[in-house]
């Protein structure tokens, strides 16, 4: 089984390799150590990082390149969205972040936790901004999906063991007589489940846009929920790294869905139909902040951004 399963993984990565190549356009050659890329620093004029955990010690083993450190004092240097995951890191990566966030003439984060950790580190003005999946819309993510082989259907794309995202589903399923199917994650198999194999980033938006309802415990689970605008249901982490949970909840709360992660959701409840208009409304404001952010550092002339209005 194990065996399989990394056969299906090395497939699979080789699908996002192949769409990457295909649809992105990347530099010709691949940057793979901080000496590497030192040799950027007069290739380019404008250095953005983000988004997501890109700021997570857990996740990038503490690589100060996601803080620029290898690019000279005077470069434009700037993060879109970023995120750190965790409440706190280690005393040498927190030192690596105030020594060169610092040096950011711009400073966007996803989350409000991060913004507050960060003004405890550096001087600097940092701003919110929504998740770059949020810039695009229905219409333009569908536009690059694939539609799969399923109709009328449950989804579930579960990133953590979680027992009422698989109960709900399992009644939902005999209420609305619907399939259930899982975008595949890990080795475990459940009955009564249609599991995905080796699908690729047209696929897996493909999945969110065709779903009758999401039940999900994934921050970009929760985001395509919304873009779709699905009936959706958000689990949240039990225990742990609370920030986790923060990501989402500080999302929904901001588009006033808090009601999608409350505990034992009922059947009525998962049903009950979203109101989409209001939200749509509050998701144009966030895309407009974020796309004006982006067109002003990439207009950028050596001067610090203070204000993105």
């Known amino acids: 089984m ?100 610092s040096r950011f003439k711009g400073i966007s984060v996803r989350e409000k936790q991060t913004k507050n950790y960060l003004e405890n580190l550096v001087p600097n003005d940092i701003f919110i901004h929504p998740d770059p999946s949020l810039l695009l819309s229905q219409e333009e993510w569908g536009d690059i999906s694939i539609d799969p082989e399923y109709n009328n259907y449950i989804l579930i794309y579960s990133l953590r063991p979680g027992d009422e995202i698989y109960s709900l589903a399992a009644e939902l399923s005999l209420s609305a007589d619907l399939d259930i199917v899982e975008i595949a994650t890990g080795l475990k198999r459940r009955k009564n489940i249609k599991y995905t194999k080796n699908i690729g980033p047209a696929e897996f938006i493909g999945l969110f846009k065709n779903a009758n309802y999401v039940l999900t415990n994934s921050f970009h689970g929760t985001i395509f929920s919304v873009i779709f605008k699905k009936q959706f249901f958000v689990e949240l982490c039990k225990t742990g790294n609370t920030w986790v949970n923060t990501r989402m909840t500080e999302f929904l709360d901001s588009i006033g869905l808090s009601s999608r992660y409350k505990k034992n959701m009922t059947l009525s409840e998962i049903t009950k139909k979203i109101d989409y208009y209001s939200i749509e409304k509050i998701l144009e404001e966030k895309k407009s902040v974020g796309i004006k952010y982006l067109t002003r550092i990439c207009n950028i002339d050596s001067v610090e951004i203070k204000s993105y209005e």
């Open 2 to 101: 194990i065996k399989d399963f990394l056969k299906g993984k090395n497939k699979k990565d080789k699908i996002f390799r192949n769409y990457i190549n295909e649809k992105l356009k990347i530099s010709e050659k691949t940057y793979l150590t901080h000496g590497d890329l030192e040799e950027t620093s007069d290739k380019y004029e404008i250095f953005i990082v983000g988004s997501d955990q890109v700021w997570n010690p857990l996740i990038t083993d503490s690589d100060t390149a996601y803080l620029f450190s290898f690019l000279p004092e005077e470069s434009n240097i700037f993060s879109y969205a970023a995120s750190m995951g965790v409440g706190k890191v280690n005393e040498k990566y927190e030192l690596a972040i105030r020594k060169n966030i």
